[in-house]
């Protein structure tokens, strides 16, 4: 069988830096049946200048006035959170997972509170920096891969596959490239890393969706690869399944009316739940590819199935032709494949009409 699809129900900011209403969050992807809920753990004063400019799409969502570094000033959450955040996690049975955007961040996520694998957002896909200290820290990673080529891809698995082997080497281009390359590599690289396809559009549209990249980034990788979606609804996500997708990853929210950058691009709670069952369903659909009877349906066979039979009264020692020999059901006698096997052959006994033929 193939093995169940991860689903990471992604809180990031959408708590507005409340932390009532992160706790809150924790227990609807709880109650949804969501595998793991994701945060976003940042410094503004790290990842962002005070004249940083918003995207787009976040100043259609909380205008202009306020800038990027107090937008994300605003949706910060401490040391004290996280640690509520993970006990709340532990106590309701979902793991609790976070992206972290700078170098005090992944010291939190993985001495502070431990955590045993994380996420690297797609706006760090070419922080070499991050990505190498990440992977010295030994723990498994979740790469997204928004606005990311195959070239760029491979450099950041080159990055992280260095950290995991930690050679003698001195960083750099080359020494990445060489650990990308080498067995040793590899095989950190498959022992730690997930990889998702991602659009980095808020929301996305269906025509730059593009999930035949998954298969395109587990061939070339030869890495497990899921979908981090940012389309509007839960059918799309839904098809990443059948399209290969291991890990499924999608913002959620308690109300899509409230402020914030991300709310409008959500799910809210009820449709969490809808799409968390619905990739259940598909996950366990997929099967494991061989073309066989599958349980339920061997009790069919004798019944959907045929047999040769006799068209008419045959008598013992009457040669087999095509009208005295037909095709009927039940599918318990000889297979109709051993028609014209038949033709030309003695009938071994006698016959009546609708007799199965048995040889």
Known sequence: M????TFIAEAGVNHNGSLDRALE???????AGADVIKFQTFSADAIATKAAPKAAYQKRETGEAQSQYEMLKALELGEAEHRAL???CAARGIEFLSTPFDLESLKLLAEGLQLKRLKVGSGELTNAPLLLALAGTGRDVILSTGMGTLEEVRAALGVLAFGYVRGANAPGVESFAAAFESAEGQA???RHVTLLH???AYPTPDEDINLAAIGTLKEAFGLPAGFSDHSTGIDLPIAS????????EKHFTLDRVLPGPDHKASLEPDELAALVKAVRRVSAALGDGVKAPRPSEEANIPIGRKSLVAARAIVAGEVFTEENLTVKRPGTGLSPVRYWSLLGQPAPRAFAADDLIEM
Do not use: Y
């Not at 193939?2 to 699809?5: L, R």
């Not at 969050?25 to 109650?31: E, K, R």
């Not at 399944?241 to 499924?248: E, K, L, P, R, Y």
């Open 198 to 200: 991602c659009t980095s």
């Open 25 to 31: 969050m924790i227990d609807v992807a709880a109650d």
């Open 2 to 5: 193939s093995a169940p699809v």
């Open 241 to 248: 399944v059948a399209a290969g997708a291991s890990m499924i």
């Open 188 to 190: 950190a690289l498959k």
């Open 86 to 88: 993970l006990a709340r």
